[in-house]
Nanobody, 112 residues
Framework: QVQLVESGGGLVQPGGSLRLSCAAS????????MGWYRQAPGKEREWVAT??????TVAHSVKDRFTISRDNAKNTVYLQMNSLKPEDTAVYYC???????WGQGTQVTVSS
């Protein structure tokens, strides 16, 4: 059974940075295609970024501020978030594609 454990969320002031981590286990030795999504209160879950084995894509709305990366040796995918804004406040979820699994989410709150 695949387990995805997110960490790194918290409260940060506008303009600050956070790095989220998602550690995958139980899915074999190779890290699969992984993604980050977020869901703000009262809104639908939205895609943020995807890390493929040798490339990555980031949503246009955050591409100048967020970066997705991976460490295959640690079976971990990261989301570096810079210049955070109050509208980035959401629960951030890690997702493994093929097969599909979700993490439990980590809260990010951007507020002064």
């Amino acid at each position: 059974q695949v387990q995805l454990v997110e960490s790194g969320g918290g409260l940060v002031q506008p303009g600050g940075s956070l790095r989220l981590s998602c550690a995958a286990s139980g899915g074999g030795s190779s890290l699969k295609t992984m993604g980050w999504y977020r869901q703000a209160p009262g809104k639908e879950r939205e895609w943020v970024a995807t890390s493929y084995v040798s490339s990555a894509t980031v949503a246009h709305s955050v591409k100048d501020r967020f970066t997705i990366s991976r460490d295959n040796a640690k079976n971990t995918v990261y989301l570096q978030m810079n210049s955070l804004k109050p509208e980035d406040t959401a629960v951030y979820y890690c997702r493994q594609f093929f097969p599909n699994f979700w993490g439990q989410g980590t809260q990010v709150t951007v507020s002064s």
